[in-house]
């Protein structure tokens, strides 16, 4: 018998292994259906080296190989969503903070503030009809108490928000960092199996979901990088780069911390204490330009770009100091107005000094007494005189006592500075007793008098008191505009949803396992298979009518 005596039996074996190997890789792929970020593998099989005959007589097939296991991967697909997804997250989560936010408004409802600030003004009207009226004037008390509890609850569920915000800006610093070390682990394994010619389809498949969801956090780029050298097995190396802004994150077998840092002093006068300032770990400056985290950062800090005292600028949108700091400016206008007297009363731009609770007159005669005030260290509300006092004591700490050319007016204005919706309240005087306190009348020793009261109510209507109008006008506007930029923000969501989805669709379609396809695959991969047992039996039978029944 000569070499050829068993090269049939060899072939069929080779369709054999080539067929079992092909419907492992099915039954592998059918496994990972709904594996997050699984590509379909498929079995690179060519014809095996023919063998050369003898005498000339040509070149015998030799049957099959299989040479490899490759996955089917669009790269331009993958940068393409990583290039989106970092927009889709950045929407999704301004879309939700803007929605809890308007959730702290709580407008409209019964427990509002157009509610709150309706019922305080009519029980001034109440106290018109009645000035002597106790009953009235504790009633005025605590419509009182109740408009500045509506700013200081909206003043400490934004401070929680912000706080809660900032915890979420460390969680996601510890995440990008946690997704890097793990990248580079995988350069390192994917490396050690590729460097001798094999395919770490499964490592490069989970190594490109971590970038997946790197993408949504940060804006980063992924790309592998040829380093001009060569592979045992003559292929090119590379290696696997992950970049934010142009510097990397990853870099193959080396990986940068971001950090997170307590700030020393605040980017906005509204910010709560100890916000993180995120950087690289090495100290260079951070560049966000979207994701996740750049959300988180913008709606903790951001105050419609205003610079502050040490020149840093806040983001461009209006976060949580922006809605604080419209908070600050109201209650500073109405305190000032109502206590003062100290208004705007044309739209002309200048402070006009008309009569306000100050200038009234208590049951008893007395004058000076001040209806708004702010609460001291301990939670106490203040009494006149020593809002006063602290007034004054503002004025002179910004310079302004000091000017002889400042009118009293004109400290005064400076030292409502002091007042924020955090420590707004009614003064002590009003606290203590409301019954004596509260100046109605326009004239000493005249119990009936109201005229005070209705100058006071007067302010109500003014339209000039703030840019956006009325004292209801103002925080209408403020929700108003909160509610346009969450329809805005929601717009920009639905958007990137669709383009992220339609790209991810289109991998899926190139990607993804199709269980009719692959069961196709298998019913011809298994004929294959029984073909090729059938040759075996076939040769089997005809090598052993050679051997054992011709004889010699």
């Not at 605590?142 to 979420?168: P, R, T, W």
């Not at 080396?254 to 090495?282: F, G, M």
């Not at 985290?293 to 005292?309: E, P, V």
Request: hydrophobic content about 35%; glycine content about 8%; proline content about 2%.
């Amino acid at each position: 018998m000569n070499n050829t005596t068993f090269m049939g039996l060899e072939i069929a074996m080779r369709g054999l292994y080539s067929s079992q190997r092909a419907m492992a890789n099915i039954a592998h792929n059918i496994d990972n259906v709904n594996t997050p970020g699984y590509s379909r593998q498929v079995v690179n099989q060519t014809s095996a080296r023919p063998l050369l005959v003898a005498n000339g007589a040509g070149m015998l097939g030799m049957g099959s190989d299989v040479v490899s296991v490759d996955r089917v991967r669009d790269i331009f697909l993958d940068e393409k969503y990583w290039s989106e997804a970092q927009y889709l997250g950045e929407w999704s989560v301004k879309a939700t903070i803007i929605e809890d936010m308007q959730t702290i408004y709580n407008e409209p409802s019964d427990y509002g503030y157009t509610k709150i600030i309706s019922d305080f003004y009519s029980s001034l009207q109440s106290l018109t009809t009645d000035p002597s009226s106790l009953s009235t004037r504790a009633l005025v008390k605590e419509k009182g108490v109740a408009v500045a509890k509506y700013f200081n609850s909206v003043a400490v569920h934004f401070d929680h928000l912000q706080e809660d915000l900032n915890n979420m800006v460390n969680a996601k610093v510890e995440e990008i960092n946690n997704i890097a070390d793990q990248i580079r682990e995988l350069n390192l394994q994917i490396y050690h199996f590729e460097v001798m010619g094999n395919k770490a389809n499964d490592l490069r498949d989970h190594r490109g979901y971590l970038v997946d969801k790197l993408s949504r956090l940060v804006n980063c780029s992924a790309y592998e990088v040829e380093t001009g050298l060569k592979l045992p097995n003559g292929e090119k190396e590379t290696r696997f780069v992950v970049t934010i802004s142009g510097k990397a994150l990853v870099d193959h077998e080396k990986a940068v911390h971001l950090k997170c840092e307590s700030r020393e002093t605040k980017l906005n006068e509204e910010d709560i204490e100890n916000l993180y300032e995120v950087s690289w770990a090495d100290g260079n400056k951070l560049q966000l330009k979207s994701g996740e985290l750049k959300a988180y950062i913008d709606m903790r800090d951001g105050n419609d770009g205003i610079i502050g005292s040490d020149g840093r600028a806040s983001p461009n949108c209006k976060g949580i100091p922006y809605y604080q700091r419209k908070m600050n400016e109201f209650v500073r206008t109405f305190a000032l107005s109502f206590n003062e007297g100290i208004i705007d009363t044309d739209g002309d731009g200048v402070l006009d000094n008309i009569e306000g609770h100050v200038d009234g007159f208590t049951l008893s005669g007395n004058t000076g007494i001040r209806f708004f005030a702010m609460l001291d260290e301990y939670g106490q509300p203040i009494s006149s005189t020593e809002f006063e006092a602290r007034a004054l004591d503002y004025a002179s700490k910004m310079g302004i006592a000091d000017d002889p050319t400042t009118s009293w007016d004109e400290r005064l204005v400076a030292g409502y500075q002091n007042i924020t919706a955090r420590n707004f309240s009614i003064s002590f005087d009003i606290e203590e007793n409301p019954s004596e306190n509260i100046a109605a009348s326009s004239n000493a020793g005249e119990a009936g008098n109201n005229e005070n009261i209705n100058k006071l109510l007067a302010m109500r209507h003014n339209t000039y008191m703030f840019m956006e109008g009325a004292p209801e006008d103002f925080i209408k506007t403020v929700i108003s505009s909160m509610g346009v930029d969450g329809q805005q923000y929601n717009q920009y969501l639905d958007v990137q949803e669709g383009i992220v989805m339609q790209i991810d669709n289109r991998r899926h379609s190139i990607s993804g396992v199709s269980l009719n396809e692959e069961m196709t695959n298998l019913v011809k991969h298994q004929q294959i298979y029984g073909a090729a047992a059938a040759m075996i039996q076939s040769y089997s039978e005809i090598l052993d009518i050679l051997v054992n029944r011709m004889g010699i």
